[in-house]
């Protein structure tokens, strides 16, 4: 019986395996550590080493004049902290893209001229050096910033739908919520300080420095009132409280008792007043007790009155209350979740996170 013998020939690689073997090879490639210079990957974008140094100084520049630099360890944390909001928003902006929702050159530049409207050139200019940003860097801010509220407005707050038996039934859980108890008063002010080191803060970035500057600010502003100029435009333009004039001069709202604790001479000159009314120049006292000394002068407006009682469902403010409350809750439950099945959907390296992770091993 004769055995066959099976010869095996040597046979060049196929086209189709050549490329298998160099897309192994391009895949190797990919997988081996990337340049210093890149902190993370989001989906195969790169967030550089110079991004995160630049979010680091914007974020010391914010804590004022600290005492001494963080320890290495501390700065770390910072770090790290504020590339994961990096990697947030590349993630944010790559989705919005994805939906065709990104900002405009258009919208950015609309919104730079409404922010620098206020400024001369130079003003401007020396705002941003007191930040420590460049004009690009401001651009990029608003678009980042236009963007976010473009996708949140398509993929959360247009969804969200308050019902008449959603506001009926918060009103029946929480109707003791509703009784008030003593009257209630709605306030804006506009306030002028004299104290030369405190931060104006208004679109202006106008401040008195001594008690007669202050004085012949407010009465200026204080003649402008009672010629008809808006109440809110002044406050934002003037006013030197920043917790208050970039919502136009606006404090919320008081009970009586703590008017009458804060300031008896202010609250009977409030009391005095219509809704829409607005006192004379009043002091404005800083401190308590013995120490109360006089820290400025200020014209308050009465935007509304209520008296005590039962506020009822059938009042419109209790059910814009009711349903402001309700959609900004949800809006927040939504977006918390909205941002983590981004996060998921996101194929994202840290590698600052795995160097600290590495060297603190060591």
Request: hydrophobic fraction near 35%; glycine fraction near 4%.
């Amino acid at each position: 019986m004769q055995v066959q013998t099976l010869s095996f020939k040597r046979r060049k690689p196929s086209a189709l395996a050549l490329s298998s073997i160099l897309l192994l090879v391009a895949l190797a490639a990919c997988s081996h550590a990337p340049s210093p210079d890149v902190m993370a990957t989001v989906n195969g974008k790169d967030i550089l080493r110079s991004d995160l140094d630049r979010a680091y100084v914007n974020y010391k520049a914010t804590q004022g004049d600290a005492p001494q630099d963080p320890d290495p360890e501390q700065a770390d944390i910072v770090r790290l902290n504020l590339l994961r909001q990096l990697i947030d928003n590349e993630i944010l902006d790559q989705r919005a893209a994805k939906l065709n929702l990104a900002a405009s050159d258009e919208d950015v530049n609309a919104q730079l001229i409404e922010l620098k409207a206020p400024y001369t050139a130079e003003e401007f200019d020396k705002k941003l050096k007191q930040q420590n940003m460049t004009l690009d860097d401001l651009k990029l801010q608003i678009r980042r910033k236009l963007t976010s509220d473009k996708l949140i407005n398509k993929e959360i707050e247009s969804k969200i739908n308050i019902t008449d038996a959603d506001i009926n039934s918060y009103y029946a859980s929480h109707k003791s919520g509703f009784n008030v108890i003593e009257p209630q008063y709605h306030l804006a002010w506009i306030v002028v300080t004299t104290g030369p080191s405190q931060q104006a803060g208004n679109l202006q970035n106008n401040k008195a420095t001594s008690d007669a500057d202050a004085r012949k600010k407010i009465l200026t502003i204080h003649n402008r009132l009672t010629t008809g100029e808006d109440f809110g435009s002044l406050a934002m333009n003037y006013s030197e409280d920043p917790n208050t004039n970039s919502s136009a001069g606006d404090m919320g709202i008081f009970p009586e008792s703590a008017l009458q604790q804060r300031d008896p001479a202010t609250f009977a000159a409030i009391n005095k007043l219509k809704p829409g009314q607005i006192t004379d120049v009043l002091p404005v006292y800083g401190g308590a007790g013995p120490t109360q000394r006089a820290a400025g002068y200020a014209i308050y407006k009465l935007l509304e009155r209520e008296p005590a009682g039962q506020r009822e469902l059938n009042n419109p403010s209790v059910q814009q209350h009711i349903r402001q409350g309700l959609r900004e809750s949800r809006a927040q439950l939504l977006k918390l979740a909205y941002y983590e099945t981004l996060r998921d959907d996101a194929k994202v390296r840290n590698y600052f996170a795995e160097q600290v992770l590495k060297q603190g091993a060591k």
